[in-house]
């Protein structure tokens, strides 16, 4: 059974400091990617998108990047960091094409 | 621009009674609808989902009904358990042939009462 597994669970950073988080996808092969941003009490923002490995997609303006090194790993970056980047971030996947999106548990960002 | 909103952000339902969550969207070239639940501190969890070929779907205790005249989506939840309680969110595609970049609602509150 395909899994998705994203780290760390909690985040707290200083303005200014740089960010990383991962997200792995186990037990399926060339999934698509998503990384969504849910500030509280509201919607999911599609940030970043990806069909295959280097292949980003960037859905809004921002202080973040994404990568995709390998086919079941996506990373979600930032050099420093903003106040307004706070927020409950989502990995997913799908399989190619409309479908259903599987969410992996969330990483909670504060920036102070 | 397209979009996807929920009527009413905050449902209250007693246990044991049925719940309805609407939802409305703008993009009549949508194809492709979702329900999530959200608990508190996790992801979002597949409630059920529907293609616009459809107007009805039904699952374990859930039934999705598509209305594509006026353009509205409901979940209907049947003996509404204390489990239940939890965000719920509805969700289109936009479709563009590889991924699946889901647009989704703000998000109603089900508050399910003893």
Redesign the interface.
């Known amino acids: 059974s395909q899994t998705i597994h994203q780290w760390p669970a909690t985040l707290v950073q200083p303005v200014g400091s740089p960010l990383s988080l991962e997200c792995t996808v186990e037990g399926t092969s060339n999934p698509n990617l998503y990384w969504y941003r849910q500030a509280a009490g509201r919607g999911l923002q599609l940030l970043f998108y990806s069909v295959g490995i280097g292949q980003i997609s960037s859905e809004v303006p921002q202080n973040l990047s994404a990568s995709r090194p390998q086919d079941r790993q996506f990373i979600l970056s930032s050099k420093k960091l903003l106040l307004s980047d706070s927020g409950f971030y989502l990995c997913a996947w799908s399989l190619e094409g409309p479908g259903e999106l599987f969410f992996g548990e969330g990483s909670r960002l504060t920036v102070l | 621009g397209e979009s996807v909103g929920l009527h009413l952000p905050t449902l209250s339902v007693q246990e044991g009674d049925n719940s309805i969550i609407n939802c409305a969207y703008s993009n009549s070239a949508s194809?492709?609808f979702?329900w999530?639940k959200q608990e508190s501190?996790?992801?979002?969890?597949?409630i059920i989902?529907i293609r616009s070929n459809m107007d009805k779907r039904q699952g374990q205790r859930v039934t999705v009904l598509l209305n594509k005249t006026v353009k509205h989506l409901s979940l209907q939840i049947a003996a509404t358990q204390p489990g239940d309680s939890a965000v719920y969110?509805c969700?289109e595609?936009r479709?563009?042939?590889?991924?699946?970049?889901?647009?989704?609602?703000?998000?109603t509150r089900l508050q399910v009462t003893l």
């Open positions: 194809d492709y979702i999530y501190g996790k992801g979002p969890q597949f989902d969110f969700a595609t479709h563009t042939g590889t991924a699946s970049k889901l647009t989704f609602g703000t998000g």
